[in-house]
């Protein structure tokens, strides 16, 4: 250990003596400090393939490319081995899992305790958000495993620039990961806001270990946000720009696999030329009061963490595109020709493939070839449609906020809040069916409070009244909106063709958002006139559309009232009495 020591590349002593201390609990036999370096990146991928943690492929139809498998049981998320760990259970809060720091640290260090002898422990420099930005947050990451430092490589701004950052600071995320065996008994994803502390182990799934992502830039954060005036957020952002080079910019919450990805890359269709969507982030989006009174927003991430199953060059150009290089694909199936391909892909399916399990695959096999929550990570500067301000350190100017989720019924395919407050209200009881991004049954309806029920590191009535509070500071907020993409008919089949012409609804959010264009009330919000959105290239007529997609069916909303209460009331005490009001009003409405 004392050569390694002397190769330390920074003198902050905090950092070095919690780096000791950390290898003094899992023993690895080396500890190696990341510098980001291009070198290293092809070390790193050198080790990686012969340890076999990744795979190589084929580097002349996919360049710099790699392919991992996880193991069979640690392909999502695992939410019921989630913990926000709080002195007091009331700061966690009803709607995330709470332990105690002293038993998390005692129960978990139990774990990592020798769990890396025999490895060689990576320490992880990163920042999340831009370099040289004052919203940034610096974190490390201590893993065992060489496919989370090549991930956080694509996810973060990793290595030396981050130490450059940190300087002697002690302000920082302290995040420790550990493989162990991959056991299902011994795995936790522990939180401890009050440490700015993360402990991951007993996985090597990205959602669970890539520790910049959702447990840094969403839990530990919203924590940080709720105590410094700001909000953390699952959101996408995206830029919209007419023919005449006008930018809105807008953020979107969808829970996972509701399209926010394909959205955040969205193509405009044929029927409006001129159009352009820029993206500034597709998934993680902290938002802070400016100085003139409007809601500015940063992606936080250098590079995506995308579902890849369903993507390709019709819904998601620009990811095919993302991902035609450097990128590594993650319980996808292989194919003889080192390429990959994944059930929606472009083209017909391979005669033959190596399944994600490793296991010869065709196209009459009865399991899919690629898991449901199969993955690729890529650099978000490739990104045909990545905007020009994506780097910004002030970040960009929102106009509107939407929320949204997968509602095969009652949902209207888009309507606006009456104002802030009730646009709160929209988003704390949102709901939308569960998909395979989280373990655990697939097709059930769930509240998702602004797509944050996993990720929101604090108690969810708290993160309701912080959402009320910074909307207060706001001397022009953006306006709130509701979206659902994914409304059906009695076949069963999408009404709304979606993709592309979802712009033509961004189109009238913006004009909302503007005051330029008039709306109807009905009693959950202000829905679109006849002809206020175009419908060319949808296939709709006029009266279809406001009686399949826009109708708001009251006996239905009665009962979906009385579910958002049901949701409500397990919020307990610290639910806001506004949230409450705007409940009783909408029962009011309804009933009127």
Known sequence: MRKLIETIPTS????????????????????????????????????????????????????????????????????????????EKRNAGSTNNWMSPKEAY???????????????????????????????????????????????????????????ELGDSTDFTRGVHSKADLSEK?????????????????????????????????????????????????????????????IHYVTAAFPSQCGKTNLAMLVPPDSMPGWKVWTVG????????????????????????????????????????????????????????????????????????????????????????????????????????????????????????????????TEPLVYQSFNWQHGVYIGATMSSETTSAAKGKVGVVRRDPMAMLPFCGYNIGDYFAHWLDVGKKLKNPPKIFHVNWFRTNDKGEFIWPGFGENLDVLYWIIQRSLGKTDAKESPIGYVPLPGGIDLEGTGLTEER?????????????LKEAQSQKEFLDKIGETLPAAIRQEHEALIRRLTS
């Open 186 to 246: 011994k795995r936790f994803i522990c939180h401890f806001p009050e440490d700015n502390t993360i402990w991951s182990v007993g996985s090597n799934y990205g959602g669970n270990v890539l520790l910049g992502k959702k447990s840094l830039a969403l839990r530990i954060a919203s924590w940080l946000g709720n105590k410094e005036g700001w909000l953390a957020e699952h959101m996408m952002i995206i830029g919209i720009q007419n023919p005449k080079g006008e």
């Open 545 to 557: 559309f406001q009686k399949e997609l826009l109708e708001v069916d009251r006996e239905e909303w």
């Open 282 to 409: 597709d998934d993680i989006a902290w938002l802070r009061p400016g100085d003139d009174g409007r809601l500015w927003a940063v992606n936080p991430e250098a590079g995506f963490f995308g579902v890849a199953p369903g993507t390709n060059s019709h819904t998601n150009w620009n990811a095919v595109q993302t991902v035609r290089k450097n990128t590594i694909f993650t319980n996808v199936a292989k194919k003889p020709d080192g390429t990959v391909w994944w059930e929606g892909a472009d083209g017909p399916a391979p005669q033959e493939a190596l399944d994600w399990k490793g296991h010869p695959w065709t196209p009459e096999s009865k399991e899919k070839a690629a898991h449901p929550n199969s993955r690729f990570t890529a650099p978000a500067s490739q990104c045909p449609s990545i905007s020009p301000e994506w780097q910004n350190p002030k970040g960009v100017p929102i106009s509107a906020i939407i929320f949204g989720g997968r509602r095969a019924k």
């Open 12 to 87: 902050n002593k905090t950092l070095i003596a919690w780096v000791d201390e950390v290898a003094q609990l899992c023993k690895p036999d080396n500890v190696v400090w990341c510098d980001g370096s291009e070198a290293e990146r092809e070390l790193f991928t050198r080790q990686a393939i012969a340890q076999g943690e990744v795979e190589l492929l084929d580097q002349k139809k996919l360049p710099g490319c790699l392919y991992s498998r996880s193991a069979e049981n640690d392909v999502a998320r695992v939410e019921e081995l989630t913990f926000i760990c709080t002195k």
């Open 106 to 164: 005692q129960k978990v260090g139990a774990i990592l305790d020798g769990a890396m002898r025999g490895r060689t422990m990576y320490v992880i420099p990163f920042i999340m958000g831009v370099p040289g930005s004052r919203f940034n947050k610096i974190g490390f990451e201590l893993t065992d495993s060489l496919y989370v430092v090549l991930n956080m490589r694509l996810m973060t701004h990793m290595g030396r620039v981050a130490l450059e």
